[in-house]
T-cell receptor, first 113, second 110 residues
Framework: KAGVTQTPRYLIKTRGQQVTLSCSPI?????VSWYQQTPGQGLQFLFE???????NKGNFPGRFSGRQFSNSRSEMNVSTLELGDSALYLC????????????FGPGTRLLVL | AQRVTQPEKLLSVFKGAPVELKCNYS??????LFWYVQYSRQRLQLLLR??SRESIKGFTADLNKGETSFHLKKPFAQEEDSAMYYC????????????FGTGTSLTVIP
């Protein structure tokens, strides 16, 4: 089985712009979660999608949003980028979300200038 | 508020020595605890979870609700254990909502 894939792998944007990141889960997985990883804050949960619906949400401002498509692929959008949004964005997929294993993607490294 | 604390950012041990990576959590509900590992140039991956009570690669972790701890232990460290280790708490009964510690970088000295 192919693993979780994320595109693009690297991205450079400027303040005020918006960005869309994509995540393709492992085939058959319906739960997709997004995380932000920074040296200072570590791994922080953004949100989880299941069956095209946001099921859980972390403590991030409304500039961070996402969606999930019928094929379980998910996108994350950040509007009005700030310097502090520079981070590695990870997505993880699992079958249903819960006790089973989450599988992580390689991440998208976003740099905001 | 939910919180996961890993007090050691860096930990070095000699090969063959015992290793313990500390994790403490704060959560009012019934916790589900996990350890994730990230080897150099690899993806973050699950190492073990407390509900399985399993031993993976010689590592074990016991949930101590009284001390709110979930320390990761291995009796004899190997060089290939050098990696970044993250303790994580899952709080939701439905779906995934994880809180991660800031991680401990383990170096096993040959």
């Amino acid at each position: 089985k192919a693993g979780v894939t994320q595109t693009p792998r690297y991205l450079i944007k400027t303040r005020g712009q918006q960005v869309t990141l994509s995540c393709s889960p492992i085939s058959g997985h319906r739960s997709v979660s997004w995380y932000q990883q920074t040296p200072g804050q570590g791994l922080q949960f953004l949100f989880e999608y299941f069956s095209e619906t946001q099921r859980n949400k972390g403590n991030f401002p409304g500039r961070f949003s996402g969606r999930q498509f019928s094929n379980s692929r998910s996108e994350m959008n950040v509007s009005t980028l700030e310097l502090g949004d520079s981070a590695l964005y990870l997505c993880a997929s699992s079958l249903e979300g819960g006790e089973e294993t989450q599988y992580f993607g390689p991440g998208t490294r976003l740099l905001v200038l | 508020a939910q919180r996961v604390t890993q007090p050691e950012k860096l930990l070095s041990v000699f090969k063959g020595a015992p290793v313990e990576l500390k994790c403490n959590y704060s959560y009012s509900g019934s916790p589900e605890l996990f350890w994730y590992v990230q080897y150099s140039r690899q993806r973050l991956q699950l190492l073990l979870r407390h509900i399985s009570r399993e031993s993976i690669k010689g590592f074990t972790a016991d949930l101590n609700k009284g001390e709110t701890s979930f320390h990761l232990k291995k009796p004899f460290a190997q060089e290939e254990d050098s990696a970044m280790y993250y303790c994580a708490l899952r709080t939701m009964n439905t779906g995934n909502q994880f809180y991660f510690g800031t991680g401990t970088s383990l170096t096993v000295i040959p």
